[in-house]
């Protein structure tokens, strides 16, 4: 059987790196295109998986960078068995009151209508290979939390899109994993910028001080099993806890 072809999103840190590390370690893949703004991480380990590993530096937002995302899994795989929908923005953060409707707009316009755009693109060879979605949500998404309304929406969207794909075809699996409390570049953030309630900061910097962040490498893990060994049935449509999958 021809190996996986993946792309994934949002690729050049974070969880997104550490799911493309463990995809370019699995047996069961063949190809990965890893698509991120930022691509020094990911060209930095791609000599060591030449014929594997295909980097495209580009902002998801652009229908183009979409466009050779999925040409570049069809070129170099032969077709295209999974989307990883990774990349977000968390910005803004503050009071609602704060918050401009463009910044709105911005958001959900990287959070939401590129993931829109990009499942557009690829829904023919998604159909062809019974393939699936896997798309990386929130656990804000599931509980409201304040000073994050902007992103928790963007995200909670995001949920009921994976539970629709399903329903509008039964050749293409979808799943939400939310990973957590992670330590990355967006916790850091989260915790520096200074904009969210006072309560919400003194939960971020306890995660941080108490040494309960997660490493990325962790929920990336329920990522990879997911595309080895596909969305189980009773998974498919679902906003589920990474430790669920595993």
């Known amino acids: 059987m021809a190996g996986k072809v993946i792309v994934v999103t949002g690729a050049g840190n974070g969880i997104g790196l550490a799911i493309v590390k463990k995809l370019l370690q699995s047996p069961t893949v063949s190809r990965v295109v890893a698509v991120d703004l930022k691509t020094d991480k990911l060209e930095s380990i791609q000599g060591d998986y030449a014929q594997k590993l295909h980097v495209l530096a580009g902002d998801v937002c652009q229908e183009n960078t979409n466009i050779q995302a999925v040409e570049m899994a069809i070129r170099h795989g032969g077709r295209l068995t999974t989307l990883i929908l990774n990349a977000a923005t968390y910005r803004p953060l503050g009071a609602f009151p704060t918050l401009s409707l463009e910044s709105w707009k911005h958001t959900f316009g990287i959070n939401f209508f590129a993931n829109i755009h990009m499942l557009q693109v690829a829904w023919q060879h998604l159909q062809e290979s019974s393939g699936s979605v896997i ?27 994976c539970g629709c794909i399903p329903l509008e075809d039964s050749r293409i699996s979808a799943i939400a994993i939310t990973p957590g409390a992670v330590d990355t570049e967006m916790q850091t953030g989260l915790r520096e910028e200074g904009t969210v309630s006072p309560e919400l900061q003194k939960f971020l910097n306890a995660l941080k001080a108490e040494g309960r962040l997660l490493k990325p490498e962790e929920p990336a893990a329920a990522f990879a099993k997911l595309v080895e060994i596909g969305i189980p049935k ?10 669920d999958v595993l």
């Open 135 to 161: 798309v990386t949500s929130s656990r804000v998404s599931q509980k409201p939390c304040e000073s994050w309304t902007c992103y928790a929406s963007s995200k909670a969207v995001l949920n009921y899109l």
């Open 234 to 243: 009773d998974l498919n449509g679902q906003t589920v806890y990474w430790e």
